[in-house]
């Protein structure tokens, strides 16, 4: 089948070359010109597991195709798909202005029917938006008999493993009124499911809501398990084993109750704030969620004070290696990344720091200050290097089991260690002669 992608970010290029990859004939379009100009050459300038070599498989067999000409890619095709960002206002409202604009171009530019597939998360009442502006634009043109659906078909993706979460997702939601565009939609996705009980086809306005209140559920089982591991310390109790005694009851499972940091990215924040707006503007106030969002914040100021309450409030002349740098493992992304208010904060305080991360280096380089106060370092022994304290802020699995007389060497004598993510054993790092402090946990 014939699909023009719209946006070559995280989904719009993960979608785009899963389709290519189970054999249709695929157009990714998008705006920026250096990075579809590196796409043509199959040089992906985002880090995903497995995603580089799928597009360099599929455009050297012909079926993925890049450019910045809409034109070019919307003539052939049968499915528009828009994978443009939405991200968030000053007031937390979603940014709709690239949704609206290329709904608009794609309006003014469209000769033949075309279904096209909001993906982009955006909140109720906008694909019916873009229905409203692309029939506005087909009726400039005269060409108001043109037949075209819009639909909205969430997108579930996880960063870090969104090539697996594509080819084999847990459903697929189709929010479309009408019978024709469902059928068509199951056809283009029956192989990433195989199974006709994974589709769910259902009103737009309640896929446009699932998509938000799925993040906005993750986001709470984070900030309860964050809250409960105050509590935890305070009692005596391992936020770790609570969470292995809930988890495995049926009724909650074990996912997304892991204390730590925070929660921070490109999604749970902006979609959190986004649901609390939209709903406020429609006079229901969602108390649960405006306490996921303080619950967030504070327990980026109780793990600092874990950090001050060792070293004192004044930092200078103290040096921290700081393990991680992208908001989760596996990616590059730094959007909203709790690394980088932490780093604020240590930095306001006189701190130096010296910073490793597997892949996100070099986007962090362009968010930390380069005035010499942070070092980014070749590996993780390297960060250690006359440092007092090590703070493990994202969960790469090569942190868990470091060598730890190489550690124990590197560092100043009797360092401390902030495990921001629960990862490495409090007994262990004691036995060393460090401080250990975890996320409610002794
Ligand atoms: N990243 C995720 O994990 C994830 C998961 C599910 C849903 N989403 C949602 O999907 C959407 C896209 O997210 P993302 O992370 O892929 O964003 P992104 O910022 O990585 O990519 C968006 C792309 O759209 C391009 N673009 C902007 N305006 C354009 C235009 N007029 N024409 C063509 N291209 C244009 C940008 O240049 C950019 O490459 C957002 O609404 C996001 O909330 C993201």
Redesign the pocket.
């Known amino acids: 089948m014939k699909v023009c992608i ?9 979608t785009g070359a899963c389709l290519a990859e189970n054999g249709n004939d695929v157009w990714c ?4 010109h250096s ?1 579809i100009e590196g796409l043509m050459e199959g040089k992906v300038s ?1 880090y995903e597991p497995g995603l580089e070599d799928m597009v360099k498989r599929n455009l050297s067999e012909g079926r993925l195709r890049f450019t910045t000409d ?1 034109e070019e890619a919307l003539r052939p095709s049968l499915f528009v798909f828009i ?5 968030p206002r000053e007031d937390g409202c ?1 940014d709709l202005t ?2 609206y ?2 709904a608009s ?1 794609v309006g003014g530019l469209m000769e033949t029917a075309k279904i096209i597939v909001a ?4 909140p109720v009442g906008t694909t019916a938006e873009i229905r409203r502006i692309i029939g506005e634009k087909l009726a400039e043109r005269g060409l108001r008999d043109l037949d075209f659906d819009v639909a909205f078909c ?6 870090g493993a ?1 090539v697996e979460d594509c080819l084999r997702p847990d459903r697929i939601i189709i929010g479309t009124e009408r019978e024709d565009t469902d059928k068509l939609l199951r056809e283009l996705f029956a192989p990433f499911v195989m199974r006709e009980d994974r589709f769910y086809t259902m009103s737009i306005p309640s896929a446009e809501m699932t ?1 938000y209140a799925s993040n906005a559920m993750l986001a709470t089982r984070i900030s309860f398990m964050n809250e409960l591991s105050r509590l935890c310390e305070k009692v005596g109790a391992d936020v770790g084993e609570v969470r292995i005694g809930m988890g495995t009851d049926s009724r909650i499972g074990s996912s997304f109750l892991y204390a730590g940091l925070g929660y921070g ?3 749970f924040p ?2 959190v704030r986004a649901l609390i707006r939209s709903a406020s503007a429609r006079g229901v106030d969602l108390a649960i969620l405006r306490a996921v969002e303080e619950a967030n914040r504070a327990q980026g100021r109780f793990f600092l004070e874990k950090i001050t309450g060792h070293f004192g409030e004044d930092l200078g002349g103290r040096t921290f290696a700081i393990w991680g740098l992208s908001f989760k493992p596996h990616t590059d ?1 730094m ?1 909203e990344a709790p690394s980088l208010a932490l780093a604020e904060a240590l930095l306001s305080r006189g701190a130096l720091l010296r910073a490793y991360d597997p892949v996100a280096m070099e986007k962090a380089r362009a968010l930390l200050p380069d005035d010499g106060s942070v070092t980014f370092c070749a590996d993780f022994y390297e960060a250690l290097e006359g440092a007092d304290a090590l703070v493990l802020v994202t969960e790469w699995p090569q942190f868990r089991r470091p060598d730890w007389d190489r550690v124990k060497s590197a560092m100043k004598p009797a360092p401390a260690v902030f495990d921001g993510r629960n990862q490495l054993s409090p007994e262990r790092v004691r036995a060393l002669g460090f401080s250990y402090y975890g996320v409610g946990r002794r």
């Open positions: 719209i946006g070559t970010g995280y989904v719009g290029l993960v379009v998008d705006v920026d990075k985002i809409l994978a443009v960002g939405t991200p979603a690239h949704v604009e290329v171009r993906k982009s998360t955006i969430p997108e579930f993706l996880k960063e969104a998509k990215g490109s999604c902006k979609d992304d959007r």
